[in-house]
């Protein structure tokens, strides 16, 4: 099992998670967050952190295991954050929102790029 993040945190980026992490394993791009699922160590501090409940064990996956997919395509190639930085001016106006990966998610790395 690992941790993986999911749609809520698209478009919020709360970044609450980030410190707790022993293992540095947060990648972050334009507007979102993603695990390296290959360097967590399922410790779980980070899920509970997240404001907006984004965090998950992979067991909670969609069916079709697109969040593990997400979480390992670009936990490769953004870049690597170990602190908090600043979510999004308007993340509070996106917090319910669903389906954010279809409107929303970029490619874009984050601001350590």
Do not use: H, Q
Not at 27 to 48: Q, S
């Amino acid at each position: 099992m690992t941790y993986i993040v999911m749609d809520p945190c698209i478009k919020c980026k709360f970044m609450d998670c980030v410190e707790v992490c022993p293992v540095d394993c947060f990648y972050e791009g334009e507007n979102f967050l993603a695990i390296n699922p290959d360097e967590c160590i399922d410790c779980g501090v980070c899920e509970p952190e997240c404001p907006v409940d984004a965090i998950k064990p992979d067991t909670e996956d969609d069916p079709d295991g697109r969040w593990l997919r997400v979480n390992s395509e670009y936990s490769k190639v953004w870049p690597n954050i170990t602190v908090k930085g600043e979510p999004p001016a308007d993340a509070e106006a996106f917090e319910r929102e669903t389906g954010k990966l279809e409107k929303y998610f970029s490619e874009k790395p984050g601001r350590g790029s």
